[in-house]
């Protein structure tokens, strides 16, 4: 949590060892060291923002298990 709270505007803890963020897209591609792109569906008129490959610090990458909301299309 040390690593995350201060690049995010809000961090809280969903469950034991569980933490949800909320980060700028500028923030969060430096503390993730990727890019982020724009997917837009015209068809359904939705946008998402969708980060390439990332990386985490390594004294901290034995503890994440998953980042989700990165990749994928819902």
């Known amino acids: 949590r040390s ?5 995010a505007l809000s961090v809280s803890e969903k469950s034991a060892g569980v933490l949800m963020a909320s980060l700028h897209v500028g923030r969060a ?4 060291g990727t890019v ?3 997917l837009h569906s015209a068809t359904e008129g939705r946008r998402l923002v969708r980060a390439g490959t990332y990386t ?3 004294h901290i ?3 994440i298990e998953a980042i989700h909301g ?3 299309v819902p």
Do not use: E, I
Not at 3 to 7: Q, T, V
């Open 3 to 7: 690593w995350l709270a201060p690049a």
């Open 29 to 32: 591609s430096s503390l993730l």
């Open 36 to 38: 982020f792109g724009t």
């Open 56 to 58: 985490v610090p390594a």
């Open 61 to 63: 990458a034995d503890k």
């Open 70 to 72: 990165l990749h994928g």
